[in-house]
């Protein structure tokens, strides 16, 4: 089992950057799948990015494509994300995600197929 723990959130003027940071706990983390999600009030949570167990693989949603950008560092057990000329609409909470995998180059994108969650972060986002 991971614990997950998202810090880097806060306020931020529009064309501004962020970088969160998501540390994990246990053992193994490079045998996790890492990603971000967001959310806000009424709506479903919505995949950011993904990476795969040791980084090589990513995927990112086509609505923050080429503005964040997901990494990891196994020795530090930490996924981060990168978050550069952000949007009003980029204002959410913000979770990190992890799902054990044996599967190398598997980036999961539903929500569904993730088993652990961090207690979230809010990103504000200001005109």
């Known amino acids: 089992q991971v614990q997950l723990v998202e810090s880097g959130g806060g306020l931020v003027q529009a064309g501004g950057s962020l970088s969160l940071s998501c540390a994990a706990s246990?053992?193994?983390?490079?045998?996790?799948?890492m990603g971000w999600f967001r959310q806000i009030p009424g709506k479903e949570r919505e995949f950011v990015a993904g990476?795969?167990?040791?980084?090589?693989?990513?995927n990112t949603a086509d609505s923050v494509k080429g503005r964040f950008t997901i990494s990891r560092d196994n020795a530090k057990n930490t996924v981060y994300l990168q978050m550069n000329s952000l949007k009003l609409e980029d204002m959410a909470v913000y979770y990190c995600?992890?799902?054990?995998?044996?599967?190398?180059?598997?980036?999961?994108?539903?929500?569904?197929?993730?088993?652990?969650w961090g207690q979230g972060t809010q990103v504000t986002v200001s005109s």
């Open positions: 246990g053992r193994s983390f490079n045998n996790y799948a």
């Open positions: 995600a992890g799902r054990l995998t044996g599967i190398t180059n598997w980036v999961p994108v539903a929500s569904r197929d993730y088993i652990y």
């Open positions: 990476i795969n167990r040791d980084g090589g693989r990513t």
